[in-house]
């Protein structure tokens, strides 16, 4: 019987937890996969006592036997790869048994990053906050049709069309100014190249389509969150990618009939990394204390990040786009101590009060809320629903009521185990 695949994506700005929920999701599917994004977004896993991080490969790396697809629509950095590559080897498991590669994701080049970093310093003001991986650049090249694709590093001409896109980079520099030695981290990269070649390079549009026909399930995992959305998140301040649903079917290769369940992932408040509109946000002891509790700070970067409360608005507008059939409630014991909870109902802007996210982010935004008492109590140790105080199951209901989607997954912990599945 032919299966359909299963898909989990950030419903915010990034970072709601979805690295902890495929890991915990992936024990039921033979297969995991990443249709877009690269190195930029960094998935926290905790279990066993240990913390890791990873970037590009898939969340389900961890789970035995399980195997790992890395979608066309991502952009591979073989450096930052080959290093994530090591640490996962050292907890036992061998990433070549366990990871696939699609010859059609685009690599990163050492000039990609230059050029991130040479875009943003001439930004001044107006930076976008890129963590200058070089990720714009690499989706930059492959729109415009210049870009070195995975499969390109087994072509006898490989060296010849690196060394094209690469002194195409260096004329763009030095168009920008900007001062740099293009060749500084080459010799390193290529033999980062070397080592991606002892992976299964694959058509992973023939790959998904022929595995999930075959009966087989499969889970895609979405990185960044869907208010980064090149098409629909807060235009400028996004990524260089599809974070939606609709990013599954582009990044690897299958139609939407072959969309199953959409699992949604949201934190019970908000936090956002760089610049761009963000209409919840707190600048007050309220703020840092949220930042404090949730340890919010970037998995790849370390900086830290932007809190604020609930935004349903920009939540309704996520659910509606990517088709949620499934919510996931992410670090609600942070907000064990607070007295009172906000959640954003609406927005005025110009005097006029609305639900629906503008077009315009740029303008003056003033978020609506409706208030709930705070439940003030240790949630970390819960594990059975019944157990939950009923100020807690209010706060769920009114959510699931205002999204019109189930909450079916609550974690209330970093730890597989601190999971509560209704």
């Given at each position: ?61 961890f789970r035995e036997g399980s195997v790992n697809v890395i979608g ?15 640490n996962i080897s050292k907890m036992g498991i061998n990433p070549v ?326």
């Amino acid at each position: 019987m032919k299966k359909k695949i299963d898909v989990v994506l950030g419903l915010q700005w990034g970072d709601e937890g979805k690295g902890k929920i495929v890991d915990v999701l992936a024990s039921r599917y033979p297969a995991v996969a990443r249709f877009q994004g690269g190195p930029n977004a960094g998935h926290s896993l905790q279990f066993e006592g240990h913390s890791f991080v990873v970037r590009s490969i898939p969340s389900g790396i961890f789970r035995e036997g399980s195997v790992n697809v890395i979608g066309s629509g991502v952009v591979l950095d073989p450096v930052t790869f080959r290093e994530e590559c090591g640490n996962i080897s050292k907890m036992g498991i061998n990433p070549v048994e366990r990871l696939v590669i699609s010859k059609k994701a685009h690599l990163i080049l050492p000039t990609h990053r230059l050029l991130d970093a040479a875009s943003e310093a001439a930004a001044g003001k107006g930076k976008i906050g890129s963590t200058l991986k070089g990720i714009g650049p690499t989706y930059s090249d492959k729109i415009a049709r210049h870009g070195v694709r995975v499969g390109d590093i087994l072509a006898p001409d490989f060296q010849a069309r690196f060394d094209a896109l690469k002194q195409r980079h260096i004329r763009l520099l030095n168009d920008m100014k900007y001062e740099c030695n293009p060749e500084e981290n080459e010799a390193e990269w290529m033999a980062a190249i070397d080592f991606l070649k002892k992976f299964q390079l694959v058509d992973c549009e023939y790959y998904v389509n022929d595995w999930l026909d075959s009966g087989k399930e499969m889970l895609a995992e979405g990185a960044q969150g869907f208010m980064l959305d090149i098409d629909y998140g807060s235009y400028p301040f996004v990524t260089s990618s599809n974070t939606t649903c609709g990013g599954v079917c582009t990044g690897l290769g299958v139609p939407p009939g072959k969309v199953g369940r959409v699992f949604g992932i949201m934190k019970a408040y908000c936090t956002r990394v760089g610049s761009g509109p963000f209409p919840t946000e707190l600048f007050d002891e309220t703020g840092e204390e949220l930042r404090r509790i949730g340890h919010e700070f970037g998995a790849v970067t370390g900086r830290p990040r932007r809190t604020g409360w609930l935004d349903l608005v920009a939540l309704k507008y996520a659910v509606t786009v990517d088709g949620v059939t499934d919510l996931i409630l992410m670090k609600s014991d942070c907000l064990d101590t607070f007295d009172t909870i906000k959640a954003c109902t609406s927005y005025k802007i110009g005097g006029e009060e609305t639900t629906h996210f503008p077009f315009d982010t740029a303008a003056k935004i003033e978020p609506v809320y409706t208030e709930f008492k705070g439940w003030k109590k240790d949630l970390t140790g819960v594990r059975d629903e019944k157990n939950l105080p009923k100020e807690f199951t209010d706060y769920i209901a009114f959510i699931e009521n205002y999204l019109g989607v189930p909450v079916k997954i609550i974690s209330l912990g970093p730890d597989r185990e601190a999971t509560i599945e209704r």
